[in-house]
Antibody, heavy 124, light 105 residues
Framework: QLQLQESGPGLVTPSETLSLTCAVS????????????WSWIRQPPGKGLEWIGT???????YSRPSLRSRVAISVDTSKNQLSLKLRSVTASDSAVYYC??????????????WGQGTLVTVSS | SYDLTQPPSVSVSPGQTATINCSGD??????ASWYQQKPGQAPVLVIY???RRPSDIPERFSGSTSGDTATLTISGTQAMDEADYFC????????FGGGTRLTVL
């Protein structure tokens, strides 16, 4: 059974960089299938889900256009971890951040595994 | 950008059928997925590829599509089904609907 666990600071100062990691257990993050994507999704308090970005089997990253200039997603296969860095944060970046495994082939896309989420608050 | 539209709220009586719609441009040419999220918990996949149900999801959950609208149907709704429901599709990026709060009265 695949399990994902996010970790990182719960409080980040405005204009600083938000850094999160996601520990993956139960399977290797070294992608064995081209249709598995490792993603970050966030949810501001009381609001809906917002896809941040993803990294595919080849290491290519894709991100939400509005966040593209600030987002970096990477994988550390030696630690079986996924990472997210979001630069120059503001209060609007406060949210619960989820890591997830997305299955995507053609127009067929769904997220079959989610981490439990970690709350990040941006405040001085 | 691509948008998926859901009603903000739906109410249903216990034992009745709840339907939640999700509409988007040319959604019929894509596949819709649905997630259930209870307070303080991560979302759970309940429907994928429009109509398929994960093995651990009760049979009372079903999905369908018609034109550019995907629909999540919960038959014989139970109190435990009270939650937020989100639709999702892929349109060059992964897109979520705004979510629907299902209230079981």
């Amino acid at each position: 059974q695949l399990q994902l666990q996010e970790s990182g600071p719960g409080l980040v100062t405005p204009s600083e960089t938000l850094s999160l990691t996601c520990a993956v257990s139960g399977d290797s993050i070294r992608i064995s299938h081209s249709y598995y994507f490792w993603s970050w999704i966030r949810q501001p308090p009381g609001k809906g889900l917002e896809w941040i970005g993803t990294i595919d089997y080849s290491g290519t990253t894709y991100s939400r256009p509005s966040l593209r200039s600030r987002v970096a997603i990477s994988v550390d296969t030696s630690k079986n971890q996924l990472s997210l860095k979001l630069r120059s944060v503001t209060a609007s970046d406060s949210a619960v951040y989820y890591c997830a495994r997305e299955h995507r082939d053609g127009f067929n896309s769904y997220i079959d595994y989610w981490g439990q989420g970690t709350l990040v608050t941006v405040s001085s | 950008s691509y948008d998926l539209t859901q009603p903000p709220s739906v109410s249903v009586s216990p034992g009745q059928t709840a339907t939640i719609n999700c509409s988007g441009d040319k959604l019929g040419d894509r596949y819709a997925s649905w997630y259930q999220q209870k307070p303080g918990q991560a979302p759970v996949l309940v429907i994928y590829r429009d109509v398929r149900r994960p093995s651990d999801i009760p049979e009372r959950f079903s999905g369908s599509t018609s034109g550019d609208t995907a629909t999540l149907t919960i038959s014989g709704t139970q109190a435990m089904d009270e939650a937020d429901y989100f639709c999702q599709a892929w349109a060059s990026t992964t897109v979520f609907g705004g979510g629907t709060r299902l209230t079981v009265l």
